[in-house]
C-alpha cells in the first residue's frame, strides 16, 4: 500500500488521461461510424465501395500497427502530429468501423414497413432517418455499441507506444523505478475493472431509459 500510496498521484493523472482519451476517441469514432453507416446506406454506389475498403482494411489490421503508421509514418507524408493528438486520432479512426458495422446491423433490423409507410405519408429521408431508422436502429445496437465501448477503454493501453501519458505509461514508469510488477500491474487491472464496471452499469441504465422512450412513444 505504501507503494500505491506514493505513486498514487501519478496513477490518477494517468487515469484521467485514459478516461479523456477514451470519451474523446469513443465520441468521435460513433459519430464517424454513423456517418459510414448512413453513406453506405444512402451513398453512390463509388463512395459506398470505398468506404467497404476502409471498413475492412481498418479492422483487418492491428490498432497498435495503425498508430505507428499515424504517428511514425506521418512526418513521411507531411503530417505531423504530437503524442495526445495522434492517440485521439487514431483510436476515432480505429472504432468507427465496428461502430459503422453496428449501426448497420441496427438499420437493417428496422421493418421495411415502417420505412415504406413513411414514404407513403411523404416524409422525407431526413425526417425517415431522424424520427424512425436512429430511434429503431438504436434499441437494438445499443448494447453492442455498449459492449464496444467497454472493449475500446481497454485498447487505451496501446496509446503508451507512442508517450502518450495514460495510466499504462504511468505503470511502467513504476515498474521501472521499483521493479515491483504484481504491484503495478494489479493497479492497473483494478483501475480498468473500474471504468468498465461504470460504462457497463451506465449502458445497462441507458438500455432501460430507451426502451421505456419507446414504449411510452408507441
Excluded at 507524408?77 to 503524442?83: S, T
Excluded at 492517440?87 to 480505429?94: E, T
Excluded at 521499483?178 to 475493472?193: G, S, V
Amino acid at each position: 500500500m505504501e507503494l500505491i500510496v506514493h505513486y498514487g498521484p501519478a496513477l490518477l493523472r494517468g487515469f484521467g488521461m485514459t478516461v479523456l482519451c477514451w470519451l474523446v476517441g469513443t465520441a468521435c469514432s460513433v459519430v464517424l461510424g454513423l456517418v459510414i453507416a448512413l453513406a453506405q446506406r444512402y451513398g453512390p454506389a463509388p463512395l459506398r465501395w470505398l468506404l467497404v475498403g476502409y471498413v475492412e482494411a481498418i479492422r483487418g489490421t492491428p490498432f497498435l500497427v495503425q498508430l505507428y503508421v499515424l504517428y511514425y509514418g506521418g512526418p513521411a507524408f507531411g503530417l505531423r502530429l504530437d503524442a495526445l493528438p495522434a492517440g485521439l486520432i487514431g483510436l476515432s479512426i480505429y472504432g468507427s468501423p465496428y461502430f459503422a458495422e453496428i449501426f448497420r446491423s441496427g438499420f437493417n433490423a428496422v421493418a421495411v414497413g415502417q420505412i415504406e409507410a413513411a414514404r407513403t405519408i411523404g416524409m422525407s429521408e431526413f425526417a425517415i432517418v431522424r424520427r424512425i431508422l436512429l430511434p429503431l436502429a438504436l434499441v437494438s445496437s445499443l448494447p453492442a455499441l455498449v459492449n464496444f465501448a467497454i472493449i475500446l477503454t481497454k485498447e487505451t493501453v496501446v496509446l503508451s507506444t507512442i508517450t502518450v501519458p495514460e495510466l499504462r505509461y504511468q505503470v511502467d514508469r513504476m515498474i521501472t523505478e521499483t521493479f515491483r510488477y504484481f504491484e503495478a500491474t494489479l493497479a492497473l487491472a483494478l483501475f480498468f475493472w473500474g471504468l468498465v464496471e461504470l460504462v457497463s452499469r451506465l449502458g445497462r441504465w441507458l438500455e432501460g431509459r430507451v426502451t421505456h422512450y419507446m414504449i411510452e412513444r408507441r
